[in-house]
T-cell receptor, first 117, second 112 residues
Framework: GAVVSQHPSRVICKSGTSVKIECRSLDFQATTMFWYRQFPKQSLMLMATSNEGSKATYEQGVEKDKFLINHASLTLSTLTVTSAHPEDSSFYIC?????????????FGQGTRLTVV | GEDVEQSLFLSVREGDSSVINCTYTDSSSTYLYWYKQEPGAGLQLLTY?????DMKQDQRLTVLLNKKDKHLSLRIADTQTGDSAIYFCAERRYNQGGKLIFGQGTELSVKP
């Protein structure tokens, strides 16, 4: 149990286009999902926290109009990188917190490698 | 400061024990976690410890917590080549909505 699936695992897009990344909790309900960005050889930087049915809370310095987050159900959150530029190239990882384990554990997706050319 | 600190690299021989250290900053943190990341992959939760515990053991893994010094360690017994990866510690900050703050990761290299 406790599987978080991210799709796609890799995506290459042209500069100026938008890319949507999906994060699904496959066998549990996730009240809260998190989106992180990771640069090579660096730690994970929290971008935003999304709760089902409400607006995402963005970390300082993260542009909410550029990184659109939708958490439409207890099993799905999406991150859309709008008007992507090469500097948006990065590894994006989502995680989901389990409702029925007292919110103690967060499980991570396998990540999405975004390359903007 | 705000950061969770880890040493960047650790190299051990197969069969030895590995000890990865971490210092965190927020005394209100309720849970502390260890994650493993293999190249190009997401994070795998290895173990976690509640802040009122000193030690937690799970098979080859032993977590020690010194709450006074805000120091956390992960010991891997009988380290194998398959343990080579990056290990992240993280603190769950109670006063910041429970968000996870990660260290910069320790790259463990296991030599045969």
């Amino acid at each position: 149990g406790a599987v978080v699936s991210q799709h796609p695992s890799r995506v290459i897009c042209k500069s100026g286009t938008s890319v949507k990344i999906e994060c699904r909790s496959l066998d549990f309900q996730a009240t809260t999902m998190f989106w992180y960005r990771q640069f090579p050889k660096q730690s994970l930087m929290l971008m935003a926290t999304s709760n089902e049915g409400s607006k995402a809370t963005y970390e300082q310095g993260v542009e909410k109009d550029k990184f659109l987050i939708n958490h439409a159900s207890l099993t799905l959150s999406t991150l859309t990188v709008t008007s992507a530029h090469p500097e948006d190239s990065s590894f994006y990882i989502c995680s989901a917190r389990m409702w029925d384990r007292g919110n103690t554990e967060a499980f991570f997706g396998q990540g999405t490698r975004l390359t903007v050319v | 400061g705000e950061d969770v600190e880890q040493s960047l690299f650790l190299s051990v021989r197969e069969g030895d024990s590995s000890v990865i250290n971490c210092t965190y900053t927020d005394s209100s943190s309720t849970y502390l976690y260890w994650y493993k990341q293999e190249p190009g992959a997401g994070l795998q939760l290895l173990t976690y410890i509640f802040s009122n515990m000193d030690m937690k053991q799970d098979q080859r893994l032993t977590v020690l917590l010194n709450k006074k010094d805000k120091h956390l360690s992960l010991r891997i017994a009988d380290t194998q080549t398959g343990d080579s990866a990056i290990y992240f510690c993280a603190e769950r900050r109670y006063n910041q909505g429970g968000k996870l703050i990660f260290g910069q990761g320790t790259e463990l290299s296991v030599k045969p």
